[in-house]
Nanobody, 110 residues
Framework: QVQLVESGGGSVQAGGSLTLSCAAS???????LGWHRQAPGKQREFVAQ??????LYSDDVKGRFTIFPGNAKNTVYLQMRDLKPEDTGIYYC??????WGQGTQVTVSS
Protein backbone atom coordinates (compact mmCIF):
# COMPACT_ATOMS: atom_id res chain seq x y z
CA GLN A 1 0.00 0.00 0.00
CA VAL A 2 1.29 3.42 -0.96
CA GLN A 3 1.79 6.04 1.74
CA LEU A 4 2.69 9.68 1.22
CA VAL A 5 4.49 11.79 3.80
CA GLU A 6 4.87 15.56 3.40
CA SER A 7 7.24 17.91 5.13
CA GLY A 8 8.53 21.46 4.81
CA GLY A 9 5.53 23.60 5.68
CA GLY A 10 5.80 26.66 7.86
CA SER A 11 5.08 30.34 8.22
CA VAL A 12 6.57 33.06 6.03
CA GLN A 13 5.88 36.64 5.12
CA ALA A 14 4.50 37.60 1.75
CA GLY A 15 7.19 37.45 -0.89
CA GLY A 16 9.01 34.67 0.90
CA SER A 17 9.77 31.12 -0.19
CA LEU A 18 9.19 27.60 1.06
CA THR A 19 9.95 24.18 -0.33
CA LEU A 20 7.70 21.22 0.42
CA SER A 21 8.74 17.61 0.01
CA CYS A 22 6.75 14.42 -0.41
CA ALA A 23 8.06 10.91 -0.04
CA ALA A 24 6.06 7.96 -1.33
CA SER A 25 6.64 4.60 0.29
CA UNK A 26 5.34 1.28 -0.90
CA UNK A 27 4.93 0.66 -4.61
CA UNK A 28 3.25 3.54 -6.46
CA UNK A 29 1.04 2.42 -9.31
CA UNK A 30 2.28 5.31 -11.39
CA UNK A 31 5.08 7.81 -11.20
CA UNK A 32 2.63 10.69 -11.08
CA LEU A 33 2.90 12.78 -7.92
CA GLY A 34 1.26 16.09 -7.26
CA TRP A 35 0.12 18.70 -4.79
CA HIS A 36 -3.26 20.05 -3.86
CA ARG A 37 -4.12 22.62 -1.20
CA GLN A 38 -7.07 23.57 0.93
CA ALA A 39 -7.56 27.04 2.31
CA PRO A 40 -9.75 27.62 5.39
CA GLY A 41 -13.41 27.42 4.41
CA LYS A 42 -12.65 26.44 0.82
CA GLN A 43 -12.57 23.25 -1.20
CA ARG A 44 -9.35 21.41 -1.91
CA GLU A 45 -7.82 22.58 -5.20
CA PHE A 46 -5.18 21.39 -7.61
CA VAL A 47 -1.77 23.05 -7.43
CA ALA A 48 0.70 21.06 -9.53
CA GLN A 49 1.65 17.59 -10.65
CA UNK A 50 4.50 15.88 -12.41
CA UNK A 51 4.74 12.60 -14.26
CA UNK A 52 7.18 10.98 -16.61
CA UNK A 53 5.65 12.86 -19.53
CA UNK A 54 4.34 16.18 -18.30
CA UNK A 55 4.25 18.83 -15.61
CA LEU A 56 1.08 20.80 -14.89
CA TYR A 57 0.36 23.87 -12.78
CA SER A 58 -2.74 25.74 -11.79
CA ASP A 59 -2.97 29.27 -13.17
CA ASP A 60 -2.72 30.67 -9.63
CA VAL A 61 0.78 29.33 -9.08
CA LYS A 62 2.24 29.17 -12.58
CA GLY A 63 5.50 31.08 -12.71
CA ARG A 64 5.91 31.09 -8.92
CA PHE A 65 5.87 27.40 -7.98
CA THR A 66 8.06 24.64 -9.38
CA ILE A 67 7.43 20.93 -8.94
CA PHE A 68 10.33 18.58 -9.52
CA PRO A 69 11.37 15.04 -8.61
CA GLY A 70 13.96 14.45 -5.92
CA ASN A 71 17.11 12.40 -6.24
CA ALA A 72 15.60 9.73 -4.02
CA LYS A 73 13.16 7.42 -5.72
CA ASN A 74 9.48 8.35 -5.42
CA THR A 75 10.05 11.80 -3.96
CA VAL A 76 8.80 15.12 -5.24
CA TYR A 77 9.39 18.71 -4.18
CA LEU A 78 7.30 21.82 -4.53
CA GLN A 79 9.40 24.97 -4.53
CA MET A 80 7.21 27.98 -3.77
CA ARG A 81 8.46 31.51 -4.41
CA ASP A 82 6.89 34.95 -4.12
CA LEU A 83 4.32 33.56 -1.72
CA LYS A 84 1.08 35.46 -1.20
CA PRO A 85 -1.38 35.40 1.70
CA GLU A 86 -3.86 33.61 -0.57
CA ASP A 87 -1.39 30.71 -0.80
CA THR A 88 -2.13 29.94 2.84
CA GLY A 89 -3.60 26.50 3.43
CA ILE A 90 -2.89 22.86 4.04
CA TYR A 91 -0.87 21.34 1.22
CA TYR A 92 -1.48 17.69 0.41
CA CYS A 93 0.67 15.36 -1.61
CA UNK A 94 -1.33 13.17 -3.98
CA UNK A 95 -0.92 10.25 -6.32
CA UNK A 96 -3.48 8.52 -8.57
CA UNK A 97 -5.73 6.06 -6.81
CA UNK A 98 -7.09 8.76 -4.50
CA UNK A 99 -4.06 8.45 -2.24
CA TRP A 100 -3.26 11.47 -0.08
CA GLY A 101 -0.71 12.47 2.49
CA GLN A 102 -1.62 13.89 5.87
CA GLY A 103 -0.96 17.45 4.76
CA THR A 104 1.42 20.18 5.82
CA GLN A 105 0.42 23.71 6.83
CA VAL A 106 1.65 26.74 4.89
CA THR A 107 0.88 30.16 6.33
CA VAL A 108 1.74 33.37 4.50
CA SER A 109 1.30 36.63 6.37
CA SER A 110 0.96 40.04 4.78
Amino acid sequence: QVQLVESGGGSVQAGGSLTLSCAASGTPVTLTLGWHRQAPGKQREFVAQTSRYSTLYSDDVKGRFTIFPGNAKNTVYLQMRDLKPEDTGIYYCWTPGDIWGQGTQVTVSS
